[in-house]
């Protein structure tokens, strides 16, 4: 039973920066709910993959430090403690993890077609389709089966999950793994961080929940690492039941543990992160309007879909926030979603001519304050709003 506990209002597309500036944009209901039987938040309405996975997706994982070095990190433990011949990767954007490897072994599938284009150009091969049952198929035939699965921030995007994994499981050879990463709800309920929701992440995954998930396919997790990316995010390694060759290690129980000391198996923990929400937002208005008053110049640092779920939630207009920032070309001169706020091209600058900087980007937060140490030196200010609204002096 799907449980409503919070409404952040009428969203439009998260990833859908517009060169002109429509005041009438299409807009959905972005509401969350807690299902009691497998213990997953998700968004109610889901809108159809091709309205956002477009051939202009502006989402670019190489566009931080902090992402190419985790990606990079993450292949050289692949390499040492899976060794595998086949390596499949289902989201593999512009090629941030895939790039790391010999492109012999590593498949690519990624549904925005401007992005596949990146990495095939490159001579990797990539699938430029939609994960499902028909291309594990068609992937299957072609190369046999792979002996090492990777997804990141990919499969909470995808409704269907029953189809995700019966086509991992006709994929995956019986000694094969899986990994996923993927946001933690345990962070993002303790950091109170809602604007990890928006209308591509239908999902968002906890230990319990993705073991409840798996668990009909004859998956297990078999490890877990909790990650700094994204704001806190599981990487979940997962085999076969019928493996016995890897063990479970404690990490498993250690982070489910952690979840019900938490009480993310509770619907009580979800109403009060609505209520602390919602103060977040009254408090984040506070401090905008007080520093407006004081004609406090403030732009906003990284253009992200979490940025977009923000201002369209609290009602941010340019009054407020006179622009964004970023460094993704597919981004600049557009207008977030839903305001007319617009996104300039970043230069070393760009931060001279405001007096604070509201983080859109939190979870670079190190990778930006060390970049951006003039700012604060000149007495130039953060704002952020995890895991409550604060001036960062
Ligand atoms: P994400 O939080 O969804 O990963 O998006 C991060 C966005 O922030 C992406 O558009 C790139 C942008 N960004 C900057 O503009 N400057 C930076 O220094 C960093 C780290 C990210």
Known sequence: MNKFFLDLGKQPLANNYLSIYKKKQTKYNLKLFFNTKNKTVSISKRIPSEKMFTNKYPYRSSMSKTMRNSFYKLSLEIKKKFNPKKILEIGSNDGALIKNFNKKIVIGVEPCNNLAKITSRKGYLTYNKYWNFNLAKKIRKKNGKIDLLYSANTLTHISNLAEVFK??????????????EDPSLLECIKKNSYDQFYNEHIYLFSAISVKNIINKFNFEIFHIKNLTTHGGSLRYYIKKKNNKKLKISRSVHK????????????????????????????NLLKILNKLKKNNKK???????????????????????ISNFVDVTPEKINKFMPGKDIKILNYDRNILKKYDFAFLGAWNFRNEIFNKEKKFLKRGGKFIIHVPFPKIIK
């Open 298 to 320: 403030i732009i906003g640092y990284g253009a992200t879909a979490k940025a977009v779920t923000i201002i369209n939630y609290c009602n941010i207009n340019k009054d407020l």
């Open 255 to 282: 982070q489910i543990s952690k979840e019900i000391k938490y009480g993310l198996h509770k619907f009580k923990t979800y109403t009060k992160f609505s209520t602390n929400v919602q103060k977040s937002k009254r």
């Open 167 to 180: 086509s991992i499981s006709y994929l995956l050879s019986n000694d094969g793994v899986l990994i996923i």
